[in-house]
């Protein structure tokens, strides 16, 4: 714990508040008024105090930002008072007020409409509808929002322990929910009940193809041309995500209106992270002029329905990997491989954001060890060309042992 020696809970001092871990700091004027910083930068005003010999309680008085620094002290001395007094610290809210408020149907269904439809892709918000109608509604969706608590929450998660990944997605939507609705003001602070629901454990991939790998699927993409059970279109856009390290979606959707074969370049008006500008390599291109166009489809990798795009790449994909001996390889492994090669040649982790159409430095940031990996090779390389000319009596790799 920290306090103020010299210095009262004031809004200067608490915005100048920075920590690494949570820290209580406490007023050195009002015994028991603190406030406790994250590491997010949130800030909430605390009281914590006892009466007699009970043990010590601690209330939750409001956030920084929300309410002044005077009126939780204001309000923190009030509390303490109360609990002195040997009265419930906060009245309010009691069971009446509970029931009455709003249930977790309507903060839901208001975070859809007001945040979701209006922030969000269509993609994203079809998720969102999709874990909100399937998981939260069913099982608390009818219960008032100020009567869920840590318990309920915890329950819901450990029902889908089956699926750990979607259990992390549904409460991490649910504080969402709970923490818009707190901002509004629909729910008092600090309310919400996801807050210390201990998450699963998720396992982060990491599958690149090496240089051996490569050169077989290359081998299986040739003669998939020439034998059933893989479509042109579907190897074709197989070689185009390897080849330019783009999303899936970016490439199925791919219209023809949006090649530019003479300029070399893809002009994607909506992707996962706005419009976007993909430079063609020689190859690349050469991979598009060679695809089949339908006169009743303006997409380049046309579906089975006239018009549409196709949608199921990943049985062609499975079909592959088996021929070409591929364990455990993802579609979306064909980015994260183009990212890898990227790194090996020497390309910058800024430089390989943008290739990848990342908007965020800690996105690139997960390719950071095979950037170390890069540099540790190169300094080898850099260093036995030294040593083939300093050291030619001894090798570059066996130099004298001794002076």
Known sequence: MARFRTKTISKRTVDALKVEKDTFFWDSELAGFGV???PSGRKVYVVQTR?????AKRVTVGRHGVITAEEARRRAAQIIAR???GEDPVPEPTAVRLAAGPTVGDLARRYLEEHVAVRCKAKTEATYRLVVGKHILPRLGKLPALAVGHREVTELHHALRATPVMANHVVDLLSR???LAEDRGDIPEMSNPCRLVVKNRERSRERFLTEEEFRRL????????RSKGVSVH????IRLLLLTGCRKGEILNLRWDQVDLEAGELNLPETKTGPRTIVLSPEAASVLRRIPRLADNPHVIPGKIRGRPMRNLNDPWEIVCERAGLVDMRLHDCRHSYASRALALGESLPMIGRLLGH????????YAHLAEDSVAASAARVAD???ADLLPRYGAHNPPAGP
């Not at 908007?359 to 997960?366: I, L, Y």
């Open 359 to 366: 908007t965020q430095v800690e996105t690139t940031a997960r």
């Open 385 to 387: 060309s030294i040593a």
């Open 218 to 225: 290359g081998r299986v993409l040739d003669e998939a041309e």
């Open 234 to 237: 579907a190897v074709a856009a």
């Open 83 to 85: 609990i002195k007094a």
């Open 51 to 55: 009466a007699g010999g009970e043990a």
């Open 36 to 38: 406790r910083v994250h």
């Open 177 to 179: 929910i709970y923490n």
